[in-house]
């Protein structure tokens, strides 16, 4: 394991704990299994509940469907996780970020490519101070047709 993801992992602990005891949570050891399968997956990965079930049950057979999908709603409240409704009937869910983020999203392949972008804050700023709104996240997802599956070449 690199020095940089072992570094983020305990940073990563440190704001959980922390969210959690400021809102009156206890950081138990099924809420903490299934952030460092959350952490495992990376940035880049947009797990559905049920993927991270299947994940968190391969480290701990005692943890129910209903244990991980509450960690999710919880840590979603608390900025930590983002849950991403791409129009497909479900949740995905990723680590949150300080940085604005976009999502492109196959229709085709389902396939998503992540990105940053500092211009997403601007334009975020102008619109909400036209409206005097308070952004707390930024996520913006575009729905479209990747490289391959314009060319036919679908997986």
Known sequence: MRKESVKKREEWRRRLRERLKAFG???????MRILETILEAGRGEHLTARELYERVRKRDSNIGFATVYRALELFTSLGLVNALNWGEGYYRYELSSDKPQYHLVCMKCGRVMDGES???NSLAKSIADEKSFS????????????ERCKKGEEK
């Open 118 to 120: 500092p211009s997403l």
């Open 135 to 146: 952004v707390v996240n930024l996520q913006l997802y575009l729905l479209g047709y990747c």
């Open 25 to 31: 949570y206890r950081l138990t050891p099924q809420r």
